[in-house]
């Protein structure tokens, strides 16, 4: 078995915190633009990094959407399991199942969101990226058949989404993720045929402009000045990267990349964790007032105590398999 990448796991476990912080609205408006700059983009770059085209994988097609398959909608199928059982639980509670219905065709539709409304509000957060990711490791492996042609075609057909996503909006984030193939096949040719240094002082720089821009958002399509921040997305991963290397020599190494390979488990407990507000009710019962960031660590932490319930039992449920 291969060695798992522990910088890698790392700049994943900073970026799936981010995104957490990301959905907090305590934070101050500057932090949230630092980090919306990259924490989406760095997981579709890092995937690209380590995508096959038709030519480079070892799988045939079937075997490659399967792979695909049960590593990301068998995660989204449980979050909205669990989240509509709650959803039931509370319309039986209130006797309104409005909740339950909207909740059930949120997940089962998956409008792409707009910005800044969306479609029927029938998106889903943040679970859409298990679904984009899903498309557009798709979408690569088979654009990658046309030869030649292939990282042109990823690269247009991902800004046209982009410019056109107002008037084509897609359900079960297909949307998404063809938008997402721009940032994979840049991780992909990273990984191909590298880039000297000085593209990546440009890049870095470019992540210093996109942040001065103001916020952008890949969730809503939304770019200030498409080349700028995408090459910006590129520039913040890598300084991501060498944060990453500098913690891997420190104490902190152990939580982030616990954090790095379990990051798609934390992306569905943080969902389900959003929609909790049976934790909003608990809080509002104690005798006093907390402040909003003890609030949110409360809920975060939730959050990564659910990924690691997830972990134990899935381990314990191996360790009997394979001695039953």
Not at 12 to 36: E, N, Q, S
Not at 52 to 67: D, H, M, Q, V, Y
Not at 186 to 210: D, E, H, M
Not at 268 to 275: A, D, F, N, R
């Amino acid at each position: 078995m291969a060695q798992r990448n522990v910088e890698i796991d790392i700049m994943k476990g900073i970026a799936i915190l981010c995104v957490m912080v990301g959905h907090t609205y305590w934070r101050p408006d500057w932090f949230a633009t630092i980090i919306y700059s990259f924490h989406i983009p760095i997981f579709f770059l890092i995937s690209g990094y380590f995508a096959k085209t038709r030519e480079e994988s070892t799988l045939s097609g079937g075997g490659g959407i399967r792979k695909n398959a049960k590593q990301l909608l068998i995660p989204y199928a449980i979050a909205g399991v669990v989240s509509c059982g709650y959803a039931l639980i509370r319309s039986v509670h209130i006797g309104d199942f409005a909740i339950f219905t909207h909740e059930l065709a949120r997940y089962l539709l998956a409008w792409d969101k707009t910005w800044p409304d969306t479609i029927c509000d029938l998106w889903v957060a943040p679970v859409w990226f298990l679904l984009a990711l899903f498309w557009a490791r798709l979408f690569f492996y088979y654009l990658s058949y046309t030869g030649k042609w292939f990282v042109p075609l990823c690269v247009v057909f991902a800004v046209t989404m982009t410019i056109l996503h107002p008037y084509l909006p897609t359900p079960f984030c297909i949307g998404r993720g063809i938008e997402a193939l721009l940032f994979m096949v840049i991780g992909w040719t990273y990984r191909k045929y590298g880039f000297p240094v000085w593209s990546k002082a440009i890049a870095i720089g470019c992540w210093l402009v996109s942040m001065y821009l103001g916020t952008i958002d890949v969730c809503a399509f939304q770019y200030n000045c498409l080349p700028v921040d995408v090459v910006g997305a590129c520039g913040g991963t890598l300084v991501i990267f060498y944060i990453s290397k500098g913690m891997a020599q420190t104490f902190l190494k152990p939580f982030f990349s616990w954090c790095g390979r379990n990051s798609l488990i934390i992306l569905c407990t943080h969902s389900i964790e959003m929609g909790m507000t049976i934790i909003h009710v608990m809080v509002n019962l104690l005798p006093f007032k907390i402040h909003e960031v003890v609030y949110f660590g409360i809920k975060h932490g939730v959050a990564l105590l659910g990924t690691w319930g997830y972990e134990v039992t899935k381990r314990k449920i191996r360790k009997y398999m394979r001695f039953k």
